[in-house]
């Protein structure tokens, strides 16, 4: 029987241009963490100026994705990285 990781990291640094790839990225790491039953999802988005932030915030909040997970924070002290722990 194969170990469940305890957490899953997204890089979204070489998509962050793209709202699209952005929200396949996020959509396709939260799927998933929830299939593997992992309880944490890192998606890091870099410090910048918060806009890729409160994009994946912004999609994160979607009713047929809130459903995932029970809450989402900002990492403490590490404000370029949004943790999200799922069901």
């Not at 915030?57 to 809450?71: D, G, I, N």
């Amino acid at each position: 029987m194969r170990a469940v990781p305890d957490k899953l990291t997204v890089d979204l640094h070489p998509v962050f241009r793209n709202d699209q790839d952005i929200d396949q990225a996020v959509r396709a790491a939260l799927f998933r963490a929830a299939g593997q039953r992992v309880p944490l999802l890192e998606i890091i988005t870099g410090k910048g100026s918060g806009k890729l932030r409160g994009r994946v915030l912004a999609m994160l909040k979607q009713p047929h994705v809130r459903k995932l997970y029970r809450r989402v924070e900002l990492a403490p002290g590490n404000d370029g990285m949004v943790l999200v722990h799922l069901r």
